[in-house]
């Protein structure tokens, strides 16, 4: 296996002098180093603490969702007039997390963006992980969870009902399920090589069962590839206008309606353009720590954390225009409560929290104008951090700033979150960082087979 | 010559083809080229990942994976468009077992099309992504869990860094030592028998006994659950969550709860409220007591509705001793003797009266008002055998009755509303013109000449008495004062 030579830069700017993707490996050595990740006897100990953090966050989030089944809804802060409060904010936030992975593995696939292969699989697990989140909050404040199958329809014969399919909730049920359903099928299809590369490989008996089942007898034939490779490019010619109308039609959720500050038709591309915004940085803040703890340098390069803070900084830059443009409408529409309702939001109670959303998501990703800042890791981290922040915010402020101050003065009130709504956004934290450690240990976190197909062919002759 | 890496050589294993290593994709492409060339039909190269110019070099055919996906995709656009409109429209008498179900919003249609495009539009990605993952696996036909490649130790590198061309035994053109030859000639690295083991293929003894049990227990659930849809139960129904039977609330006629100092909640310790003194419920104001009760507008001390009331179901369980005493007092000048302002004696009143009467007072007092409702003759029946405490229905052709001093108009209306003696009110099952309605057909009925059971035996009479013919002395009304 070769090493990693320190002078190779493939961020530079000009194409003909930039390294290639991948840095000094052939095939072999592709394998090799995703495959001693899950080869390790011992896992980093950074994993251990990962992943004991995570559980216990995750037995926080168990033991308030048993608390929320057993008492109700109450027990969160949602009351009139913010009927939603924290879990359609927790919601929007993660299925916008999740987006980025459908990005990078369809959109910039179908755009043929070689440099996604290093990063798509471990960008789509954590599409599936945050989806899990996702679904968890409208999961559980439908209150009788155990009546749950009374949101698709379902004949049944004793209740003699069937959903309203006029509702945007409902299309939310459909497009998120549909969501979870396809991303699953794209992430397991586009693992199965690599799942028999570990089959191949793997020593123990338990090993060789599990892995020899789910990698379904592959054995790279070429008839087998023309076919997965046709359907690859179908999945992903699906997944692309599926995830653009996931987050249409959650905006639809609060477009649809009349509230003030909801009802703007900018809604379904300016939450796109959130989505992929939040998703990029949450892609970042993974796998900078990821390619540090396992030794990817050479396969997920400064190249590929450049280009995705320069989507970063692109998409902050398209969400400050949508926050522009709604004022801009709210003054030119004429009308008095959409004008109050956008005052209200800068200048009105919860001015902290607007001004927050605006300082992280537009004002901090413009250092990445600095080739400095978006090719450091560490530094780039950080400022992930806050972009996911400002995101959060950002939902926040939409849902809660327009409920609490709608059309009838009287009803006017201040949003007070529970601390069952504060565990419970930290619990989600835990169930998806539980996932995304166990997939680190478990599968390949790198899309073996496909770096392999975009490596130079000279690369395969020296071994 | 080819290198055996298998224990199993014997003849319990059968030649399937012969697989040759290649290191680089491009002398795999290359190989493949030639095998073309020479005829070769039967061939499949392996590579770990997909090799650009191998599908001509090997002469594979486009797939028709896109045309399944489009077939399915057109098929769900109808079952999107189709569910929606089914279950969202008054579709009942397509299947009256599961109707469909029309919500009324805001007068908008129960189907149109620009509301129904999300999820059709969800529909057709679900299905049509289903096609692509499972027609692929099909048409590769995979799973596939065993696989004589598998068995040769050098193949493990085909998902690594090696390349493979395959060519099978069953080609016409192969021929274990030229082919071998020939594949040598091309560039193989190493070339392997890959070798089929047959003895693989006899299943153990016990397997299909223990199959089909296996696949028999499967199907015990959905008949379970087939068979209770099918059947009725009278047991209730499964309560996952009976959150709903322990609400933190005081119900009716209950004690108030009790606070954490010891005190009870309310002084007087009844969970219900009674309402302000003095509060009347909406539209229960009956200000017009002609109207409302029967008794003259100028009349001054009012007698208290909850009072008859009382006195009814004191009656009831004391029995007939209070009969005597309670309406004793009562002064007859009160009520009124004509039908008050806004109630019209004509043929569509004495119809309706008719109609209430027969529904609700010809049980005990028979059609024609003569007492001798089904009711009253079971009653009678019971107390005579000492079972029930039964005051007989009177007769509306009773002397008294009858008597317009004894019983004006108002009084009637009160009998009515409140009750008398054994007779419950019905105020709150008969509205105020429906009560005046029976009163008019009672009267008329009294002008009808029919002679009450104790001046006359009628034949009308006589006959459900000599069904029981031991109540038949009780049966007989008692003269009311």
Redesign the interface.
Known sequence: MATVNPSLDNTHDDAAERSPLVLGLDYAGVTDTVCKIWEDEKMPKIWWMTLGVALSLLAILGACVGHLIMKGVGVWGNNNPAYWGWPIVNFVFWVGIGHAGTLISAILFLFRQNWRTSINRAAEAMTIFAVMCAGLFPGVHIGRVWAFYWLFPVPTEHLAMWPNFRSPLLWDVFAVSTYATVSVLFWYMGMVPDIATFRDRCKSRIGKFIYGLLSLGWTGSARGWHRYEIAYTILAALATPLVLSVHTIVSFDFAVSQVPGWHTTIFPPYFVAGAIFSGFAMVVTLLVPVRKIYGLEQLITLRHLENMNKIIMATGMMVGTAYGIEFFIAWYSGVPWEGFAFYNRAFGNYWWAYWIMVTCNVVIPQVFWIKWCRTTPWFMVIICIFVNIGMWFERFVITITSLCRDFNPSSWAYFHPTWIDLLMLIGSFGLFFTMFSLFCRFLPVIAIAEVKGVMPREHADHH | MAEENQTNTNEDSKLVGLLAQF????SLVAA?NNAREAGYTKT????????HG??PA?G?KR?I??FI?LSIALGAVCIGLG??WY??TDSGTISP?????P?K?SG?PYF?LP??I??T???I??S???A??F???I??K??????P??RISR???????KFFLMIEEADEKFDRSSTEAQLNQWGAVAIDECRQDLTDNVLPSWFRLVALMGALMLLIPPVVIFRS?GMTNRAPRLH??P?MDWQEKSKTQTVAPTMVDGENLFLDMRAMRAPVEGSVAWDHLNADTEMHQGIKRDYKAVTSVSTKTGSALTSLTTGQEDDAAAPAEEDLSKYVTAFPVGIEVNAELLARGQNRFNIYCSVCHGYSGNGDGLVNQRAVALAGTGKATWTAAKSLHDPIVKDPAQNPLGRLFDTISNGRSMMGPYKSQISVEDRWAIVAYVKALQETGIKPPGSEVSPAAKTPADEAPEADDSAIPKPTP
């Open positions: 290191d680089d994709p491009d493949c499949d190269a392996y590579s770990p990942f997909p090799v191998i599908d090997l594979i797939s994976l896109p996906v569910m929606q279950t969202n077992a599961f109707p469909g179900y919500f919003i908008k149109s509301a129904n999300p999820v539009f969800e529909v990605v679900l049509s992504a289903f692509a993952f027609g692929m696996w048409l590769n995979l799973p596939m869990l065993s696989n490649l598998h193949f493990k590198r085909a998902t690594n860094d849809m996952f969550m959150d």
